[in-house]
């Protein structure tokens, strides 16, 4: 089991799904875990059940992500992992795609992980330690339907973490990406699960916690050799 003991974490997206689920694995290992997230109540509530921090926090602000790494930063005077968990799905095909869709997706999904990263690495570097892991998808490694800009982003994320890494590992801080298949979660709320699930050799979704416990294997010394690589963990379905 990974031992957190002392660390702080921040987690993006934290109100619910995959971002509340690795908060609960990363306090059992002992961390401090900020959530943050837009969904305010949902996050104060998430936040209150689990024992953790939360804090507003729109990632495709520069202002917001200022305020957070200032915030965690002064009052626990060190930021040991950053999971980029926060993002937004929008389906739609190509010749109906539109360019307000276009851009919120790349805010969120890709503009936020760069953001974050920039945000936290002085910190890091200064401490000469930390872990950053970015939630990409299999969308990360393959183009899906309907699903332009969502796929952009999460091939973005994955490059940017290979650059990242490169810049950040002489620092001793490690960056990688997590590609997660179909979690169940109320992002995929909506899928067309029965026939999705066809092409899944493990034949099932995941629950959060599994892409959770890849995730708190990276943030931790578990994960002490691994950088600017990509993990996946999707049953089996990008073979
Ligand atoms: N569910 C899946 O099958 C699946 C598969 C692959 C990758 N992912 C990725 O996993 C991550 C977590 O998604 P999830 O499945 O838990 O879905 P979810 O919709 O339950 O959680 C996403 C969270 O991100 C928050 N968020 C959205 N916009 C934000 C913003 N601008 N600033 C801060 N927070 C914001 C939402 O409020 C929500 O709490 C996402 O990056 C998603 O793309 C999900």
Not at 26 to 40: H, I, M, R, Y
Not at 57 to 73: C, L
Not at 128 to 136: H, L, Y
Not at 210 to 217: I, P, Q, S, W, Y
Request: include cysteine; hydrophobic fraction near 45%; charge should be negative.
């Amino acid at each position: 089991m990974a031992d957190m003991t002392g660390k702080v974490v921040i987690i993006t997206g934290g109100a619910r799904g995959q971002g509340a689920a690795e908060g609960q694995l990363f306090l059992d290992a002992g961390a401090t875990v900020v959530l943050t997230d837009v969904l305010d109540d949902e996050g104060e509530k998430t936040a209150g059940e689990l024992g953790a921090e939360f804090l507003h926090h729109d990632v495709s602000s520069e202002a917001d992500w200022a305020k957070v790494v200032d915030d965690v930063a002064g009052r626990h005077g060190r930021i040991d992992a950053l999971v980029n968990n926060a993002g937004i799905l929008h389906a739609a095909q190509l010749v109906n795609y539109q360019t307000e869709d276009w851009d919120r997706v790349i805010a969120i999904n890709q503009t936020g992980v760069f953001l974050g990263m920039r945000a936290v690495a002085p910190t890091m570097i200064e401490q000469k330690a930390g872990s950053i892991v970015n939630i990409s998808s299999v969308a990360g490694l393959e183009g899906i339907f309907g699903s332009m800009a969502y796929t952009a982003s999460k091939f973005a994320v994955r490059g940017m973490t290979k650059v990242a890494a490169k810049e950040l590992s002489p620092h001793n801080v490690r960056v990688n990406s997590v590609h997660p298949g179909i979690i169940d979660t109320v992002m995929t709320a909506d899928f067309p699960k029965e026939r999705m699930l066809r092409g899944v050799p493990l034949g099932r979704e995941a629950d959060p916690a599994e892409v959770g416990r890849m995730v708190l294997f990276l943030a931790s010394e578990d994960g002490s050799y691994c950088s600017g690589q990509e993990f996946v963990v999707d049953g089996g379905m990008h073979g």
